[in-house]
């Protein structure tokens, strides 16, 4: 069945036509710059997250204050990491909190990544 849509194209030549369309780092529409610059964040962004998420994100520590202004900051109390965030959860028991925070904080930003980079890579007919 060969249908005209309003501008007198026919709409079995555009259904073909998306057959063949390449993944978007390879679209001749797409920029250059574009392209690959898409490509290299997403690489970028992977190893930083991994260095987020296993350094220190905060720490809680005390400073005195005297009053005639001096100041001193004694060690750090308590040190937060994802790592030991989940870590510390898991063992007071609280194996839920652990694992949605494991999978939600640690896991999802990898594997939203992952999927980025998988549409970027595949044509539009695979996807």
């Not at 001749?28 to 290299?40: K, T």
């Not at 308590?78 to 898991?90: A, E, G, K, Y």
Request: net charge negative; with cysteine.
């Amino acid at each position: 069945i060969n249908n005209t849509d309003e501008d007198g194209e026919s709409t079995a030549l555009l259904a073909t036509a998306h057959k063949h369309e390449p993944a978007l780092l390879f679209h001749p529409r797409i920029h250059v710059a574009w392209r690959f610059g898409i490509l290299f964040l997403i690489f970028l962004n992977m190893p930083l997250f991994l260095y987020s998420n296993t350094n220190i994100g905060g720490s809680v520590f005390i400073q005195l204050t005297s009053s005639t202004g001096q100041s001193t900051r004694l060690p750090d109390i308590f040190q937060f990491s994802l790592t030991n965030s989940v870590q510390d959860m898991w063992d007071a028991g609280s194996v839920f909190i652990a694992v949605l925070v494991a999978v939600f904080s640690g896991g999802w930003p990898y594997g939203k990544l992952l999927l980025m980079l998988g549409c970027w890579l595949t044509p539009p007919t695979t996807l």
